[in-house]
């Protein structure tokens, strides 16, 4: 069984820089490590549906990004940790959300967007952006 759990959320004020992670443990039944797993990043905003934020590729070397946080927020992952990390920088009140981890059998390609995609989630954490 896959968990992910998700940490790193709270209470900023705009400008201001948070990093979250979600430390991954389990293996998928096939037998699947984390190295080959393809992760995301999503969040939910109150009455709006869940959204695409960042995605990054089984060795990292690929990374895709929603356009309304490219030059802000930075993916990257840590296989030998199973941990997977969003750095969010020069945040903006629109940013507020519950923000989720997700991870996918497959590896992920610019198309992954869509958390039906993703297998596996975390149980959330918040981000909230105010002055």
């Not at 490590?33 to 009455?47: E, V």
């Not at 969010?88 to 959300?97: F, H, R, V, W, Y």
């Amino acid at each position: 069984q896959v968990q992910l759990v998700d940490s790193g959320g709270g209470l900023v004020q705009p400008g201001g820089s948070l990093r979250l992670s979600c430390a991954v443990s389990g293996r998928a039944a096939s037998g699947r490590p984390f190295s080959m797993f393809g992760m995301g990043w999503f969040r939910q905003a109150p009455g709006k549906e869940r959204e695409f934020v960042a995605a990054i590729s089984w060795g990292g070397v690929r990374t895709y990004y929603a356009d309304s946080v490219k030059g802000r927020f930075t993916i990257s992952r840590a296989n030998a940790k199973n941990t997977v990390y969003l750095q969010m920088n020069s945040l903006k009140p629109e940013d507020t959300a519950v923000y989720y981890c997700a991870a996918r059998m497959g590896d992920v390609v610019v198309t992954s967007t869509k958390p039906e995609q993703y297998a596996y989630w975390g149980q959330g954490t918040q981000v909230t952006v105010s002055s």
